[in-house]
């Protein structure tokens, strides 16, 4: 291994280079006796002395001998006059006598026993990944026998463009008897001839990112450093298994879930019909542990902050949408993708974050909140903090920090759409990460939640979080970060206001149990989904929750919404029937009016329906109606209500959403009735089916089956394939496919890792999205006789 000596020499030497005397002494005895062959040595030293202070007049000749190794008998040039303090020691040194390194060895294989503790076999990499607070071995091999009475030996790693001591960016790792936790350390627990067995010990702090290791040796000839070689690098991660890491997770299963799991569910849908894709997250990807690490230095944040998991997931939540960044994804919310892919199409993140990667950090196009979430699974996993994707459903979207979710309506309760900036959207797909919070008071550490989607700036940039599950269940706002924003999403009040003749504005009416449903994830060791809403908010409408939105909302712009409620006596619920309509049929739904008191009521009732973006914004209206209805004492009056595919065919986008808006007033007693109720039309799956048997290196096929299920021809078909250890993303044009019609198409090709896998598709075209599968294949290993 190249390496550079720095000798000591000889104190009685006179002038800065003891070997060149350039006639400003006289020549001793000695020095008039040596051998031809050592003034051909000072005339190669003089030659070197000149091509360092002027290699113009002194260029390298083929003549010259060039190794591997750089002796530096001359001290660096002072950086202003020139010159520096003359050091002690010889000038006839012979070069083996000095103490070099000549190679490390790093225990990289991922069978190894290094990554195998530090579990991150799984990489398909072989780079040298590690976890900090955990010691790793590796062997040095010198240029003679380390003598520990004369020799000193010390590490050095360096990361980021400038590394410095003080900000730990810039490690130097003694030598010592043995090693103590928390601290660089490194000992010697072998030695064989001139291989040396290091352990390594790394603090729970350390920031993660890649590490330049060099090695510098020091013996009474002098010192020398060895040359850095890229493939010695450290790859250092956050350990969710060490107790002293904030990341530290002490249930194994949840680590193999939250950490080690590179495939998961991805739920979306309304709170009635809720729908699931499967996601390849694939961190271990061979390629992912640099995108991610491109992703963090893009950032252009100092690595210094990297140490600390709610500094990185800040910077990632940042990084991952476009905006303030050029992160890695565009959102675009508009229908039209011709100029990308569409959200819908995408089934995973490796893609999108290798092609960011490959592109030097250009923006992929195109995303919505489940594809950020996604990728931030992606990204956190691989960098080692426990993270799981969550969707929220009815999730509204506070833009003024009221902490409610407004609407606003004239005087003859219409909607004013330029004033009507807050929404509730179908779903929205956001993720959770989980880390101990020393930067709060005790008790807020655990699940934090974290959003990459672009909707509101923190502290001036598109980001979200990490905002504490217990502080937003209890409604403590105050604590950071985005406490409010999370807690509005979940736990808001849908006020209505209705304006005056003097343009003033009075809350006519409260929902207070619209925002927030069935807050999903993915089950741990299973394909189930589970509901975490109990995490994010007490139960709708028992003390504690009414406690939690009041104490929020005194932190809000309109704390004075919250009045003495009023007495209510007519009530209005809109149901639907089993799994809801299909793409390309009726959409049917039921109204029932509930009349509690003795007398009649009369209600004038308006209904809207509009198609939507899944995040609550109004695409079109599609219908407008209005009746009066009468309800008799105590009786519960039964609507039938219903939407004809003519109705809505040229209209839906995304996610096929739908939203019906009810609004009315009780003649007799102005009561406000107001409701929302959405829904989408239930897409088919594409069936996929595997053909023969499943082996490493060996051929197999599967086919695709998928029925149109509407009425009209789907124009230009795009299938998409993509399946971890089977085959690597890839698309086929398939053309047209009649209404009604029923295809099937075959693909071919050749796994490449065993063990169970999941091969996914999806179907991309104008007319249809959110059409995808996903199959299960169990690949066995190569046979013995295998090549």
């Given at each position: 291994?190249p390496?550079?000596?720095?000798s000591i020499?000889r104190?009685s ?19 008039k006796?040596?051998?031809?062959e ?6 190669n030293?003089?030659?070197?002395w000149?091509?360092?202070?002027c290699?113009c ?6 003549d ?22 003359v ?5 006839d ?9 000549q ?17 991150t ?6 780079n040298?990944?590690v ?5 790793f071995?590796m ?5 003679r ?8 030996l010390h ?9 410095s001591m003080s900000?730990g960016t810039?490690?130097i790792i ?10 660089w350390?490194?000992a010697?627990?072998?030695?064989a001839?001139k291989?040396?067995?290091l352990?390594v010990?790394?603090?729970?702090t350390?920031?993660i990112?890649?590490?330049q290791?060099?090695?510098?040796t020091?013996?009474?000839?002098g010192?020398a450093?060895?040359?850095h070689d890229p493939?010695?690098?450290i790859y250092?991660?956050?350990?969710p298994?060490?107790?002293?890491d904030?990341v530290?997770?002490d249930?194994?299963e ?8 590179d495939?998961g569910l991805?739920?979306y849908?309304t709170e ?6 499967t996601?390849?997250?694939g ?5 992912m542990?640099a995108a991610?690490?491109?992703?963090l ?13 709610v ?23 508009s229908g ?10 995408w ?7 290798k ?13 919505q909140?489940?594809?950020f979430?996604?990728?931030f ?19 509204a ?8 979710t407004?609407?606003y309506l004239d005087?003859n ?6 004033l009507?900036?807050d ?17 709060l008071?005790?008790?807020y ?8 989607t672009?909707?509101?700036t923190?502290?001036?940039?598109f ?14 706002v105050?604590l950071?970060h ?5 807690f ?5 009040d849908k006020?209505y206001w209705?304006r ?10 409260s ?8 807050i999903?994830?993915k089950?741990?060791?299973?394909e ?11 139960p ?11 104490t929020?909302?005194?932190y ?7 009045s003495?409620?009023?007495?209510e006596?007519?009530?209005i ?5 089993g ?15 509930q ?31 209005v009746?009066?209805?009468?309800v008799?004492p105590n ?8 939407l ?5 065919k040229n ?14 007033r009780v ?5 406000v009735?107001?409701?929302?109720f959405?829904?989408?039309l ?5 069936t996929i089916?595997?053909?023969?048997k ?13 029925t149109?299920?509407?009425p009209?021809?789907?124009k ?9 250890g089977?085959l ?6 398939y053309?047209?496919i009649?209404?009604h019609?029923?295809?099937s ?12 896998r999941k091969?996914?598709?999806s179907?991309d ?5 959110q ?11 190569e046979?013995?006789?295998a090549?």
């Open positions: 291994m390496v550079e000596i720095r020499r104190r030497a006179v002038g800065r280079f003891p070997s060149v005397t350039l006639g400003f002494e006289e020549d001793t005895e000695e020095e006796e040596q051998p031809e050592n003034n051909v040595q000072t005339d030293a003089c030659k070197r000149l091509r360092k202070v290699p007049c002194c260029p390298r000749t083929k010259d001998d060039v190794t591997d190794t750089v002796v530096t008998g001359i001290d660096e040039l002072d950086k202003e006059d020139g010159m520096d303090e050091k002690p020691g010889t000038d040194i012979e070069l083996d006598e000095f103490l070099t390194v190679s490390i060895d790093l225990t990289k294989s991922k069978s190894g026993a290094d990554r195998m503790q530090h579990h076999h799984l990489y398909q990499s072989e040298f990944i976890r900090r607070g955990q010691t071995q062997w040095i091999t010198l240029s026998p380390f003598d520990p009475s004369t020799d000193k590490l050095e790693l360096k990361t980021g463009p400038l590394p900000k810039h490690v003694p030598l010592v008897e043995g090693l103590e936790d928390g601290r350390e490194a010697v627990v072998e030695q001839d291989r040396m067995k352990s010990n790394s603090p729970p350390a920031a990112g890649r590490y290791l060099t090695v510098e020091t013996c009474p000839n010192q450093m060895s040359t493939a010695n690098d250092m991660l956050l350990n298994w060490c107790e002293d904030k530290f997770m249930s194994e949840e680590r193999q879930e939250y950490v080690l799991n495939v991805i739920y849908g009635k019909q809720i729908g699931m894709r996601w390849n997250y961190q271990f990807n061979d390629g542990l991610c690490l491109f992703v230095e893009k950032s252009g944040t100092p690595p210094s902050g990297w140490g600390d998991p500094n990185v997931v800040r910077i990632i939540s940042a990084m991952i949408n476009s905006p303030d960044d050029l992160g890695v994804v565009e959102g675009n919310w039209n993708y011709s100029a990308g892919t569409s959200p819908t199409t089934s995973g993140s490796v893609e999108i974050l092609e960011y990667h490959k592109n030097s950090g250009a923006p992929v196009k195109y995303g909140c489940w594809v979430a996604g990728i699974t992606t990204v956190l996993r691989c960098l080692g903090v426990p993270s799981r994707t969550v969707t929220n459903f009815s999730s979207h506070d833009t003024d920090v009221s902490l409610t407004d609407v005087e309760l219409d909607s004013i759409e330029h009507n900036a929404s509730v959207w179908n779903f929205h797909v956001w993720n959770d990460c989980w880390m101990a919070r020393p930067d008071p005790p008790g550490g655990g699940w934090q939640a974290v959003d990459a672009p909707q509101e923190s502290q001036g940039t980001r979200c979080g990490p905002a504490s599950l217990t502080a937003v269940r209890n409604g403590q105050y950071k985005d406490c409010p924003f999370v509005a999403e979940v736990n808001s006020i209705q005056n003749i003097d343009g003033t504005f009075s809350q006519i009416y929902e207070k149990k619209t925002v927030g449903h069935n999903s994830t089950a741990v060791g299973s189930e989904r589970s509901d975490i809403t109990h995490l994010y908010k007490h709708e409408g028992t003390e504690e929750e009414r406690i939690a939105v009041e929020a909302c005194r809000g712009t309109k704390a004075e919404a919250y003495s409620p009023t007495a006596d007519v009530s619920e809109v149901t639907m029937d799994e809801g309509p299909k793409m390309g049929g009726d959409a049917d739904l039921t109204i029932m009016l009349n509690n008191s003795a007398e009649q009521r009369t209600i004038i009732l308006h209904s809207q329906a509009a198609v939507m973006y899944y995040t609550g914004v109004h695409k079109a209206m599609i219908r407008k109606d009746t009066d209805i009468d008799l009786e519960v009056k039964v609507l039938e209500w219903s004809e595919y003519t109705d809505y209209q839906l986008i995304d996610q096929a959403a739908l939203m019906l808006t009810l609004s009315g003649k007799e007693t102005q009561q009735l107001a409701t929302q959405s829904f989408r239930r897409t088919p799956n594409l089916t595997p053909v023969g499943a082996a490493v290196g060996q051929r197999m096929a599967v086919t695709i089956s998928f149109n299920p509407l009209q021809v789907l230009a078909v795009i299938f998409h394939f993509e399946g971890l089977l690597t993303a890839r698309k086929i044009t053309g047209d009649g209404s019609a029923s295809v198409l075959t693909e071919h090709f050749v796994p490449t890792l065993p063990g169970p091969l996914l598709a179907l075209c104008k007319q249809l999205t059409v995808h599968g996903v199959t299960d294949i169990t690949v066995e290993g046979s013995n006789g090549s």
